[in-house]
């Protein structure tokens, strides 16, 4: 933390959930799509279990607010600046195993569902950071749009959002360092 940074809880979950250094505007925005996001998503879950509805609220303002966190500023600091590595960037995918958690809660999902969103995710990663950087960006978009034709009929309609959200979020927004 730097001179004249605030100190209080407040910042120190803002640093958490957005990012260090977020500025007011980045903060507001992220927040903003994450509570819209949730809000849609929980539309959507009309009908569905209690426990179910819970998990794609905390599911829809993870993936939502990260896309957009992971797209500004301050994340790309985060996640970009010096001493991170490509191992880094996998990890931070590979830890999205969201599909798996909406198989075990969410009826209508199937393993081999989230198994098929989770692998295009992986896989739509380790293309983007195999080629050289100034490929990164189409392989990345190539990547998203064929995850999401490809895996559109994984996941119930209820949850049509979850995997090009998730996409977004991870092989757009958080591999991409510009």
């Given at each position: 933390?730097?001179?004249?940074?605030?100190?209080?809880?407040?910042?120190?979950?803002?640093?958490?959930?957005?990012a260090?250094?977020?500025?007011?505007?980045?903060?507001?925005?992220?927040?903003?799509?994450?509570?819209?996001?949730?809000?849609?998503?929980?539309?959507?879950?009309?009908?569905?279990?209690?426990?179910?509805?819970?998990v794609?609220?905390?599911?829809?303002?993870?993936?939502?607010?990260?896309?957009?966190?992971?797209?500004?500023?301050?994340?790309?600091?985060?996640?970009?600046g010096?001493?991170?590595?490509?191992?880094h960037?996998?990890?931070?995918?590979?830890?999205?195993g969201?599909?798996?958690?909406?198989?075990?809660?969410?009826?209508?999902?199937?393993?081999?569902?989230?198994?098929?969103?989770?692998?295009?995710?992986?896989?739509?990663?380790?293309?983007?950071?195999?080629?050289?950087?100034?490929?990164?960006?189409?392989?990345?978009?190539?990547?998203?749009v064929?995850?999401?034709?490809?895996?559109?009929?994984?996941?119930?309609?209820?949850?049509?959002?979850?995997?090009?959200?998730?996409?977004?979020?991870?092989?757009?927004?958080?591999?991409?360092?510009?």
């Amino acid at each position: 933390m730097t001179a004249g940074e605030p100190r209080g809880l407040g910042s120190r979950v803002n640093g958490l959930l957005v990012a260090p250094g977020a500025t007011g505007a980045e903060s507001l925005l992220a927040y903003t799509a994450a509570l819209t996001g949730t809000l849609v998503a929980v539309w959507k879950a009309d009908g569905l279990p209690a426990l179910a509805v819970v998990v794609i609220a905390v599911l829809a303002f993870d993936l939502f607010g990260g896309a957009t966190v992971n797209a500004t500023a301050a994340a790309k600091r985060r996640f970009h600046g010096p001493g991170r590595t490509r191992r880094h960037h996998l990890a931070f995918v590979a830890l999205h195993g969201q599909p798996f958690l909406l198989a075990l809660t969410v009826p209508g999902v199937g393993w081999g569902g989230a198994a098929l969103v989770y692998g295009l995710a992986l896989a739509g990663a380790v293309a983007a950071l195999a080629v050289p950087a100034d490929l990164r960006r189409p392989v990345a978009y190539a990547a998203t749009v064929l995850a999401i034709a490809v895996s559109c009929a994984a996941m119930p309609v209820a949850l049509a959002w979850f995997a090009p959200v998730l996409f977004v979020k991870l092989l757009l927004a958080h591999l991409l360092p510009e």
